[in-house]
């Protein structure tokens, strides 16, 4: 089973610039993974995706044209380029591993870290 570690969170101001970590450990890094925010009081939702070539990215509509995924499969990481930021951005955003087809779902996804929190002040 795979373990997976957020790093990078912090507070930042709205329009800033974020580059959030995810670093995989405790098995192959075969693995398509994701990205996904809680924010307070609200359900976990989809922020983006990307498969174990990076072949193949997808992006929720609030982030696309602003965030970028990218991984380095050679240092087991997985990265989330976070520009433009607004308010509603803040949440605590999660890495996962799984697999997934063309029309990934929360479901798909079967390994996750515990969060880093983002914080965007206007």
């Known amino acids: 089973q795979v373990q997976l570690v957020e790093s990078g969170g912090r507070s930042v101001q709205a329009g800033d610039s974020l580059r959030l970590s995810c670093a995989a450990s405790?098995?192959?890094?075969?693995?398509?993974m994701g990205w996904f925010r809680q924010a307070p009081g609200k359900e976990r939702e989809f922020v983006g995706c990307?498969?174990?070539?990076?072949?193949?990215?997808r992006y929720s509509d609030p982030v696309s044209g602003r965030f970028t995924i990218s991984r380095d499969n050679a240092k087991f990481t997985m990265y989330l380029q976070m520009n433009s930021l607004k308010p509603e951005d803040t949440a605590v955003y999660y890495c996962?591993?799984?697999?997934?087809?063309?029309?990934?779902?929360?479901?798909?996804?079967?390994?996750w870290g515990q969060g880093t929190q983002v914080t965007v002040s206007s």
């Open positions: 990307i498969s174990w070539n990076g072949g193949f990215i």
């Open positions: 996962a591993a799984g697999a997934f087809t063309n029309s990934p779902t929360e479901s798909d996804f079967t390994a």
């Open positions: 405790g098995s192959s890094y075969n693995y398509d």
